[in-house]
């Protein structure tokens, strides 16, 4: 495994501890290394005898934690943020158990090195919320074969009914950051939910809108996601989406970091 990819596995444990993410897996799962006593490394040197390995990992956490109050006819916001290696997938589930996530043949490739670093935030929008909607949600979090679940949030149908608001254009999944070695295609996501027509787009690291009908190397995924083929560094930088309809408008930002090939 390269440098760039060792040090990147620190520098994302140190990210996460300090805003509060409870660490599923100790660090010797996320970075594990085999040096023997013979073995030396220091920063900067073009040759190095350590051989490290980088294990799959997820973490997750959902927002509010506590218990929600709303009346009928509210608006509900649940939101999850999972961190994991590879790029993790997640989702809101009806209930408190630890729901297996349905991923496509190729969603994570088993290559035995290390990929991508990534995290992925998800919410639950319930725009006029009914007696039926009450109970728990669990968010899950998936990368490869491992597996988290947040702590269930409950949420309570109390009071005088109120009137129902307009729905609004708002995005439910997006990836605020993505790390990826060079040289592969990286999918940012960008699911949107509104029950009107809206619009969506793309706008790249220099602010310009994508023609992504027309861009050999940037598309457009079915669900809104922007797949990008051939990563290279100049495509460093943030991405954002946005949605819009002709009340409202949400956009959200990715930060795409390419990394050099393990050396």
Not at 5 to 25: E, H, P
Not at 88 to 112: H, K, M, V, Y
Not at 123 to 145: F, L
């Amino acid at each position: 495994m390269g440098h760039s990819a060792m040090l990147l596995g620190f520098t994302w444990l140190v990210m996460i501890n300090s805003i509060g993410f409870a660490a599923v897996l100790p660090m010797n799962h996320i970075i594990e290394n085999s040096i023997s006593d013979e073995s030396t490394f220091r920063a900067g040197s073009e040759k190095n005898t350590a051989k490290y390995e980088l294990k799959d990992w997820v973490m997750v956490k959902a927002t509010p934690s506590d218990p929600i109050r709303v009346p009928p006819g509210g608006r509900v916001e649940l939101e999850c943020t999972v961190f994991g290696s590879p790029v993790p997938q997640a989702q809101w589930n009806r209930g408190i158990q630890l729901n297996q996530i349905t991923l496509g043949p190729n969603e994570f490739e088993d290559s035995g090195e290390f990929q991508s670093v990534g995290k992925v935030t998800v919410r639950h929008v319930i725009d006029c919320i009914q007696p039926h909607h009450q109970g728990v949600y669990t968010c899950s979090g998936q990368a490869r074969d491992q597996t988290m679940a947040s702590d269930p949030v409950a949420i309570s149908i109390e009071g005088r009914p109120v009137q129902c608001a307009s729905g609004k254009t708002r995005i439910v999944k997006w990836s605020p950051i993505i790390t990826q070695m060079i040289g592969s295609t990286v999918v940012i996501p960008c699911v949107v939910t509104d029950t009107a027509p809206y619009r969506q787009y793309w706008k790249d690291n220099f602010g310009n809108i994508i023609d992504t009908e027309n861009d050999s190397r940037r598309k457009l995924g079915p669900e809104g996601e922007l797949i990008l083929n051939n990563l290279s560094w100049s495509d460093m930088g943030e991405y954002t989406c946005v949605a819009e309809n002709a009340i409202s408008r949400d956009n959200t930002s990715t930060f795409l970091y390419p990394m050099l090939p393990n050396v």
